[in-house]
């Protein structure tokens, strides 16, 4: 399927690594010019340079935090006018409600919630104004299957999902979406440190747990960020306009509900 996104302007926060890596990559690979922002300076070069040899597309960068007004101008900076925004950062460490201070949860609103939305904030109005728009907040299924241990994602994540639901409908119109991609469990950096964190909680082996988490899934393994990757570029493209407001899972069928 021709995706119609060639030349299109993409902005991919978290693209160093994992699934936002994943999602500039098929991006890339369907010709549009893509942006990559992370925190890591080294991690980002070398991103870059292994979608160009890829996919033969260059690929911007910027050093910034989506957490802070200063990150997101750097990246507005470097990307001003994105026709495709895609929204991701860290999740947070599992933990105890019991030890979470206002300042943990206001860092989990900043990366989950308020970041997220004041990208939206900066570019939505734009991407209506020349009739083409692709917002993708990359999510957790902890939106719809709420783990205890992940409470600081749970609440702030539900925060970003329930403005969405209000703002898709306002912006299809004019050939603008906004949708949440909800990941189970994929093999990513950051899926690790999650593993290693329940690891160091409990005592257990890491991979004894790892092995556990992959054996629950109706799929028998973790998901590969290629094809979270594919399934984002799909939702970024042409053919993809009259999805909106949605909450995607793509976890290999691990979430029990049929609606
Ligand atoms: N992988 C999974 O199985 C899974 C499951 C459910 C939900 N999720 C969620 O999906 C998101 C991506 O997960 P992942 O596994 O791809 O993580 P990852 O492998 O750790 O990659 C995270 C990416 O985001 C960047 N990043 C983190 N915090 C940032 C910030 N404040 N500003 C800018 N860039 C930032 C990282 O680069 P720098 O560190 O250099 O900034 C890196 O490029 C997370 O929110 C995670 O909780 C993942």
Not at 106 to 114: G, N, Q, R, S, T
Not at 141 to 163: D, M, P, T
Not at 177 to 205: E, K, S, W, Y
Request: hydrophobic share 45%; net charge neutral; charged share 20%.
């Amino acid at each position: 399927m021709e995706l119609g996104i060639a030349g299109r302007t993409a902005l991919v926060w978290g693209g160093s690594r994992g699934l936002g890596k994943a999602a500039a990559l098929q991006l890339a690979r369907e010709g549009a010019r893509v942006h990559i922002a992370a925190r890591n300076a080294q991690t980002l070069t070398a991103a870059a340079d292994e979608i160009l040899a890829a996919t033969g597309q260059a690929v911007g960068t910027v050093s910034a935090d989506l957490t802070t007004a200063a990150g997101r101008e750097a990246a507005l900076a470097l990307c001003p006018e994105p026709d495709i925004l895609i929204n991701n950062a860290d999740g947070p460490v599992p933990g105890d409600f019991r030890h979470w201070s206002r300042e943990d949860w206001i860092a989990a609103l900043d990366a989950m919630m308020l970041g997220p939305i004041e990208m939206i904030r900066r570019t939505v109005d734009g991407m209506a104004e020349r009739g083409f728009g692709r917002v993708i907040n990359i999510s957790s299924r902890s939106v719809k299957i709420a783990q205890a241990e992940l409470g600081l994602s749970n609440g702030a994540r539900a925060g970003l999902v329930g403005f969405v639901a209000g703002l898709a409908r306002a912006f299809v119109s004019r050939n603008v979406t906004i949708n949440n991609l909800l990941p189970g469990i994929f093999d990513t950096d950051g899926q690790r440190r999650h593993v290693q964190a329940l690891a160091d909680r409990t005592g257990r082996a890491f991979e004894e747990i790892w092995r556990e988490r992959a054996e629950a899934s109706p799929a028998r393994r973790y998901g590969r960020p290629e094809e979270f990757g594919a399934c984002c570029a799909f939702l970024c493209s042409a053919r993809a306009a009259y999805i909106t407001g949605q909450n995607l899972l793509i976890d290999g069928g691990s979430s029990p509900g049929a609606f």
